[in-house]
């Protein structure tokens, strides 16, 4: 879908602003400025901008031999909860929002109170499954390290049907212990290719009662690993981003692409430094702005409580968006789905 549909006539969005924002970043990345001409969209609508945390334990931390969370997904440790709620807190009190994915084995333990409260503060939280299954998957065993470990915890199911309960367990455990239905649905893992060619889980997740998912992880460029990202590997996020757009499936479904670059890729992968990671979201919110586009921001706080200690990143998003004067808005991805533009045949 071209997110140019997006584009809403009653903005206030000014030519010189675009040029000002699109210079100051074309002067970050060292590269020549691109003048916007008066043919192009001279007006744009609000960028939504989400911040969303999936709350899962994440392979590699908080130390590099750690490997055993690919087996407990769910199972979070004390930092992780106490940052997530953390978060929340600094966000409640900057205007933002954190829409944060739960993965519903965590429902099991003793003390939910800290999702409780990330719940009462009204930030929403939606459904990553129970173990965090790969929904792609077509193998039963394929769909979780925990399941080759321990094969009778599938019970001779298909891989849909895995999937399904997967699913059906968190929307269920978040009901009877936070009270709350899911708001959304996020697949463990991102795909380029979404769910484009997967019109059975499209049906399966709206069957489950989700209107949208997000699934797509856009491809762009790494840089090696202890490596300064150069501009080409920005202008790569820039432009994923800006390409990887909501859109509407064939099913009705509604897709909201995480936005690059993940806190996995910059930090594990590629070992950046905070600074490296700030930069990056900077430069998408501001193409965000320019463009009226959605940035949908993704991290773990199991990964960020080790990177970002002292919650920059929140911070510095909160901060984008109220100095914007009302170009742009934090938002939960259930508003950003509404406002994709639907096709009229
Ligand atoms: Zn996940």
């Given amino acids: ?74 199972n979070l440790n004390q930092e992780t909860k106490a940052y997530s709620l953390k978060a929340a807190e600094i966000a409640s009190g900057l205007n933002g929002l954190v829409h944060y994915f739960c993965v519903g084995r965590v429902l099991e333990q003793e003390d939910i109170q800290w999702l409780k409260t990330i719940s009462e503060l009204g930030h929403p939280i939606g459904n990553h499954t129970y173990d965090h299954v790969n929904v792609w998957a077509t193998d039963p065993e394929k769909t979780q390290f925990r399941f080759q470990r321990s094969p009778w915890l599938l019970g001779g199911k298909s ?99 995480m936005s690059p670059i993940s806190d996995v890729g910059a930090f594990r992968t590629s070992h950046w430094k905070l600074k490296y990671f700030l930069k990056s979201v900077e430069l998408c919110i501001q193409q965000a702005i320019e463009q009226g586009s959605v940035f949908d921001f993704l991290c773990h706080p199991s990964i960020m409580y080790v990177e970002d200690p002292h919650f920059e990143t929140v911070k510095l998003i909160c901060k984008l968006v109220n100095q914007s004067g009302g170009r742009a808005e934090i938002v939960g991805l259930s508003d950003i789905a509404k406002s994709v533009p639907r096709k009229t045949s």
């Fill in 1 to 74: 879908m071209d997110f140019q549909n997006g584009f809403k006539a009653d903005s206030h969005f000014s030519l010189s602003r675009r040029s000002f924002l699109s210079s100051a970043i074309a002067t970050t990345l060292g590269i020549q400025p691109y003048n916007f001409s008066a043919a192009e969209s001279p007006v744009t609508s609000k960028a939504q901008i989400a911040i969303t945390f999936d709350l899962e334990m994440s392979r590699q931390y908080p130390r590099r031999d750690m490997l055993e969370w690919d087996f407990q997904k769910g």
């Fill in 159 to 257: 891989a849909d049907q895995v999937i399904r309960q997967n699913i059906r367990l968190t929307t269920e455990a978040m009901k009877q212990r936070l009270n709350i239905s899911p708001d959304g649905f996020r697949t463990p893992g991102g795909s380029s290719t979404a769910l484009d060619a997967r019109e059975d889980l499209q049906n399966m997740l709206l069957a489950e009662g989700f209107s949208w998912v997000s699934s797509k992880y856009p491809s762009h460029k790494y840089s090696s690993p202890d490596t300064e990202p150069d501009n080409d590997i920005y202008q790569s996020i820039l432009t994923a981003q800006k390409e990887a757009q909501p859109y509407i499936y064939p099913s009705g479904l509604v897709e909201i692409p």
